[in-house]
């Protein structure tokens, strides 16, 4: 059996404590990567599950969803480590998850709890493709990822889930 490999990523903790340095583990997935279809590294399966609270236990990948940040607003070139953010979508009990108050914070009058970023959010960074070839981060990208979150909120699918949620 392959063994699991971990990479440095930064967790972004919803109850507000401040951000920090996690290892990440990774599988081997048998499928290949869906983003690099002529990729000869092996997919890696990244289970960020551990370090979200309040998830649905049993449904492994099925209970986040990731966002990919290649560039920052104005940017004209991509960036060349991209960063994968790693968030919650199905909570244990059928609740939405409390707002990433971490995030929050960045956001300051920015914030619109209708985007709102919910639950501990973890961030990677990686190559050429997000499940094939991660690298280590470090609280160095911590600046670049205060940028992003400050002006852009939760995506849409994520939102569109924490409003089912509350229905």
């Known amino acids: 059996m392959d063994q699991l490999v971990s990479f440095e990523a930064l967790l972004f903790p919803s109850d507000g404590r401040n951000p920090h340095m996690v290892a990440l583990m990774t599988s081997p997935m048998s499928v290949p990567d869906p983003h690099a279809p ?10 960020p599950e551990v370090y979200m609270d309040y998830i649905a236990e049993g449904l492994g990948p099925r209970a986040w969803h990731y966002h990919l940040v290649e560039a920052l607003d104005g940017m004209n070139k991509k960036f060349v480590n991209p960063y994968v953010i790693f968030y919650p979508t199905v909570s244990r009990d059928g609740m939405p998850f409390p707002i990433n108050k971490c995030v929050r914070e960045i956001q300051g009058r920015s914030f619109k709890e209708e985007t709102a970023w919910r639950g501990n ?6 190559r050429e493709s997000p499940f094939s070839s991660m690298v280590n981060g470090s609280i160095a990208d911590f600046p670049i990822l205060r940028n992003y979150f400050m002006t852009h909120g939760a995506p849409q699918l994520y939102v569109a889930t924490g409003l089912k949620m509350l229905l």
């Open 38 to 47: 002529y990729s000869t590294l092996p997919a890696r399966m990244p289970h």
């Open 121 to 126: 959010i973890i961030v990677a960074k990686y």
